[in-house]
């Protein structure tokens, strides 16, 4: 099979084939991505997330130190010695498990501890754990929202909204877009019980930041309450890394705050921070929650010292700045198109599939590890490859991957040379 005429959506649904037969076939597509040595999904680390992370070579085997420059571990958190410290002695003393779900005994001090620090963090009155973010917004929407109620949603909100909607009317908004998210209130203003409009913080593709205050103003003229997922803001924006309610003046007055702590906090889980009142409903009717034991006490006890870590210092939020600034400016003097992205989150747009496969096959060779997003994640006319910075990258390491970056993309005719720069100026 030629992968290279292929998409991941080719394999979607195959009428024809029964789930084990769909599997065979999709084998063989997967068979070939390797042979062309595209294959840059589920690439094995040796040494967790860091800047320079160890990673075993899917196709030598060999370990190769390579660039990390796909995590999500904005402030380093996975490897500060103070989240390290607070999760060992979380162990010693509770073990390595919660030991049941939380309504039926699984309910340790250090969760409530943490419960009450997120919602503090997040200027809210109460907040509730998940093993997962993506968890939490499903077992949080399916929880709130049945038939009589509708969600509102950016298109390119993240699949964990989208799938949490599945009881709900559900209606979309041009992404970011005010004027298209008002027409959708207009006409849902007077059919439903609930009307929720959810978005994304920082787009987890984009890297753009939602126009919170003014879907709050407008949710507030049309009587919706308003969920923003900040899995890719906390720790990251705002003026103390609290998110984008901070960023926007809004501490507060966002309905539900819903977040993980697997990014900008270095851990695993999600959060609902919101009103004691729907807190406390959510902890007998969201099923994510009563029917999944709850967090290990590690977990708890490393976030307790990650949320602390935020407060108290600042320089690793300023350093990660220091490189989304340095970096954006880099790339956009060589002529990449990074779409609206504003935060750690670099979309290189380049909009043909081969390009990107072959681009992140380049960058690996070079010792580079980026990710490609393609149809049908995103539209075939803006396949990307993603980045991510962290805060302990060196302006030594965002130059080597600027200069391999800048070699590849004149080779793959993604960005112009300096002699056809200078022929079009001519
Ligand atoms: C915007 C957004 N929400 C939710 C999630 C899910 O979070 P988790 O990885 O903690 O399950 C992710 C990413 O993984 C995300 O990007």
């Not at 796909?70 to 402030?75: P, Q, W």
């Not at 992404?175 to 006409?187: A, G, Q, R, T, Y």
């Not at 600027?402 to 112009?416: F, Q, T």
């Amino acid at each position: 099979m030629d992968s290279t005429q292929k998409t991941l959506a080719d394999f979607m649904d195959l009428p024809d084939l029964d789930i084990m037969e769909r599997a065979v076939v999709f084998n063989e597509y997967m068979e070939d991505i390797k042979a062309n040595h595209h294959l840059q999904y589920r690439r094995v680390s040796m040494s967790g997330s860091r800047p320079i992370m160890e990673v075993m070579d899917p196709y030598s085997g060999n370990v190769e130190e390579m660039i990390y420059l796909a995590s999500n571990d904005y402030l380093n958190l996975t490897k500060h010695p103070r989240t390290i410290e607070a999760g060992k002695q979380a162990l010693e003393k509770y073990g390595t498990g919660a030991g049941s779900v939380p309504l039926l005994g699984g309910t340790l001090d250090i969760h409530i501890e943490l419960e009450k620090k997120i919602a503090r963090f997040k200027g809210c009155q109460n907040a509730i754990l998940y093993t997962s973010g993506f968890g939490s917004n499903v077992g949080t929407l399916l929880a709130m929202l049945d038939e009589k109620d509708v969600a509102i949603l950016d298109l390119l909100d993240h699949a964990s909204i989208i799938d949490g909607c599945q009881r709900a009317n559900v209606e979309y908004f041009r992404h970011n877009n005010i004027d298209s998210l008002e027409k959708v209130l207009k006409k849902v203003q007077h059919q439903y019980r609930t009307k929720l409009i959810a978005v994304d913080g920082v787009y987890s593709m984009d890297g753009d930041i939602a126009p919170l205050d003014q879907i709050v103003a407008l949710a507030k003229q049309y009587g919706a309450y308003v969920m923003v997922d900040e899995a890719h803001a906390t720790g990251v924006i705002g003026k103390n890394g609290r998110g984008t309610p901070e960023y926007f003046n809004l501490e507060g007055k966002v309905d539900i705050v819903a977040g993980t702590f697997s990014k900008g906090l270095g851990c695993v889980g999600g959060f609902i921070a919101a009103s004691d009142e729907l807190v406390e409903l959510l902890h007998y009717y969201s099923r994510a929650y009563m029917f999944s034991t709850a967090p290990t006490p590690q977990v708890a006890g490393s976030l307790i010292a990650g949320i602390d870590i935020i407060e108290t210092e600042p320089e690793l939020r300023q350093k990660l700045w220091d490189n989304i600034h340095y970096f954006r400016k880099q790339l956009l003097d060589l002529g990449f198109n990074l779409g609206r992205s504003e935060t750690a989150i670099f979309p290189i747009i380049i909009g043909d599939d081969l390009k990107v496969k072959e681009m992140c096959r380049m960058l690996h060779e070079r010792g580079v590890y980026v990710n490609p997003v393609l149809y049908p994640a995103v539209p075939k006319r803006l396949a990307r490859v993603r980045m991510s910075l962290m805060s302990a990258h060196t302006k030594c390491q965002l130059d080597y991957v600027l200069d391999s970056l800048e070699s590849i993309g004149k080779k793959l005719g993604i960005i112009k040379s300096i002699s056809d720069k200078k022929v079009k100026a001519v």
